[in-house]
């Protein structure tokens, strides 16, 4: 036996079922069904329940991370058991299963197909005796299993050709300034905007920012670079300029949000 | 060496230790000095301190998802370092390690053995040394390896012959109806039942079911098949009769949770 | 290639990052993409923001459960992208990679140095185009990914012979008696004490302890051996003796927590 062991399969999960709600370990449970030993590792669980746009966040910024080959399964999925599409796509190496749950905001995988076109979709077929709310356990961990196990994701389902992806919202000039916006709070309370690193020169000019009215004028390299408590800007970890509090939070402080106007004059 | 390595075996997790509690780690880094690759799985460490009753559901829901051969862990303990017996048990091809907690309400394993009956029992020998308060660590894990290890269970302790298991609340008919109770409620708010799928026509023909005295009168076939807010009810993937809020939360919005009685009149 | 897997290597994280931040997700990818087989296992990520001290308990709790051979990666990190070193230590067999956060109070390394001396410890070098603001990512991960491919830690940077590791608080003699404090706070609300195990029959002679200014009289063996909602003392799994409220919460009842003052008189 152990000669016939093959190398370990990465699968990663992001649902908003709570990480120990019994669902996401029902999945786990399916998935380890597959004959190829598989790495499973937990992206989030506890995305807010049905809110797509955290869980779009999340996958553009984790998935890419993974090495070529890894499968990623996303369940943020208001629609369960509606008319809406479950999907297989290939996108830059990776292979994702997750709902279309493209919407007038977004869909999960907007992010990541903003960075990364797909190269190939399908629609999963639906087995007969899936419950009709919980498509998570009963069509994507089957179809997982299948793929982990060598089945062509042509036997998946029919092509899909009309994906519709929605690009995340972008800064715009106006007469004020550049007008973006805050995209992500993340655990720290930092505020990320979707003004991307390369406006810096252009922040540092202007030496200030506003957050929803708020004038940020204290630009940093990291966090450490002021005392406990300012409210400082900076390039940030993820590519963008953010806003943040050392050691605090800036959404409170700022009272600041997804959404939340930001404008460099 | 690679050639001597073995096909990994799963071990699941289930405690009410608090996931980043150090107490689960130490559990981890025990039962991974198996000689034998080991994929962990956390089915849930947040079941509420001592409840007894919710990770019986738990461990009934997930448990079962599992590949044969599958060995499960499960420490919830109000009774730790007292004379309650700590179990291997053997059933439907998995194995479990877990302490009998029967009481006046449930064991852990209730739910799990009224599906499949115990094939084989035994109490743990508690090793000289074990800690008082900690028997995850000190006498479940050590039991763990030695099974991953390939140790005859025979070898752990004494065959049990006198296992209690406690049936799980069952529907009654009453006067008024079909009576039953609210059995767990999940991550969403979702109200399970102990009312089986195969009720639904009658619950179809009554038009509606009173939850705490709270009438529901929308039947639907899946969350999405009504407006957000919308109290409905559904056979929902656990195979029971769930009562829920759609994008919403039904325990709130109907003041409802484990014990509140469910009537199909 | 089933042939060329070799055995897998165990690597623990523990961040304040948050569990499901995407920022755990986005190291473990990066961690992944070591050629060897890797076992994740997560100790704890809901460290409270910036506690290095409360890091540190965990750290010294859970890494030495693990085999030898283990690599632990820590990131509390307050001073990210300051002057603090980024550290890779060797030490009682096991591997860790953490920031250099000594401070007045403690680094993230203190408890598990203070237990088995460093035997090798190099400053890992900042990679160019690393962020300043996430080196858990891309100093942190990279240097584990070079190590479980089998570089020489000697190349990750130069050797440090400066470490400043500093002993957790000791009890002291006072007049009023043997004076502790309380060094942590578990999930169940036990407060775990720096008075070692070896005291217990000195608490025995006294009959009681004071936790704050509350006298605290019982002593038992395991918490079951009181009725609910009994403050009980006694020596915990940790190897240090303990004051708990049975099946309830002691940090509550007394009103306690890390630094409250413990006198066994």
Same mark, same amino acid.
């Given at each position: 036996?152990?000669?016939?062991?093959?190398? *370990?399969?990465? %699968?990663?999960? #992001?649902?908003?079922?709570?990480?120990?709600?019994? +669902?996401?370990?029902?999945?786990? =449970?399916?998935?380890?069904?597959?004959?190829?030993? $598989?790495?499973?590792?937990?992206?989030?669980?506890?995305?807010?329940?049905?809110? %797509?746009?955290?869980?779009?966040?999340?996958? /553009?910024?984790?998935?890419?991370?993974?090495?070529? =080959?890894?499968?990623?399964? !996303?369940?943020?999925?208001?629609?369960? =058991?509606?008319?809406? &599409?479950?999907?297989?796509?290939?996108?830059?190496?990776?292979? +994702?299963?997750?709902?279309?749950?493209?919407?007038?905001?977004?869909?999960?995988?907007?992010?990541?197909?903003?960075?990364?076109?797909?190269?190939?979709? &399908?629609?999963?077929? $639906? *087995?007969?005796? @899936?419950?009709?709310?919980?498509?998570?356990?009963?069509?994507?961990?089957?179809?997982?299993?299948?793929?982990?196990?060598?089945?062509?994701?042509?036997?998946?389902? @029919?092509?899909?050709?009309?994906?519709?992806?929605?690009?995340?919202?972008?800064?715009?000039?106006?007469?004020?300034?550049?007008?973006?916006? !805050?995209?992500?709070?993340? #655990?720290?309370?930092?505020?990320?905007?979707?003004? *991307?690193?390369?406006?810096?020169?252009?922040?540092?000019?202007? /030496?200030?920012?506003?957050?929803?009215?708020?004038?940020?004028?204290?630009?940093? &390299? #990291? +966090?450490?670079?002021?005392? *406990? =408590?300012?409210?400082?800007?900076?390039?940030?970890?993820?590519?963008?300029?953010? %806003?943040?509090? %050392?050691?605090?939070?800036?959404?409170? #402080?700022?009272?600041? /949000? $997804?959404?939340?106007? $930001?404008?460099?004059?």
């Amino acid at each position: 036996m152990p000669a016939e062991v093959p190398a *370990p399969r990465i %699968v990663t999960l #992001t649902t908003d079922f709570g990480a120990g709600s019994g +669902y996401v370990a029902e999945m786990k =449970g399916r998935i380890l069904h597959a004959r190829v030993p $598989v790495v499973l590792v937990d992206i989030a669980h506890d995305v807010p329940a049905h809110d %797509v746009r955290a869980a779009a966040w999340l996958v /553009g910024q984790a998935c890419p991370a993974f090495p070529q =080959g890894t499968l990623h399964i !996303i369940v943020v999925d208001p629609g369960v =058991g509606t008319r809406r &599409r479950l999907l297989w796509v290939r996108a830059g190496g990776h292979e +994702y299963l997750a709902p279309d749950n493209v919407s007038p905001e977004s869909g999960v995988l907007t992010r990541v197909l903003a960075a990364t076109p797909a190269e190939a979709v &399908r629609e999963l077929t $639906v *087995p007969a005796g @899936a419950s009709t709310t919980f498509h998570g356990r009963d069509v994507l961990a089957p179809a997982a299993v299948a793929l982990l196990d060598g089945v062509s994701p042509d036997t998946l389902g @029919a092509a899909v050709t009309d994906l519709v992806t929605i690009a995340p919202p972008l800064p715009r000039q106006t007469a004020a300034g550049l007008a973006g916006e !805050i995209v992500h709070v993340d #655990t720290f309370g930092n505020l990320l905007t979707n003004l *991307p690193a390369d406006q810096w020169p252009r922040l540092v000019a202007a /030496g200030r920012l506003c957050v929803g009215g708020r004038e940020v004028g204290r630009l940093v &390299r #990291t +966090y450490g670079d002021a005392a *406990p =408590g300012t409210v400082v800007a900076l390039v940030g970890s993820q590519g963008v300029i953010e %806003v943040a509090v %050392v050691q605090g939070r800036a959404d409170v #402080t700022l009272a600041a /949000g $997804v959404g939340t106007e $930001v404008l460099v004059p």
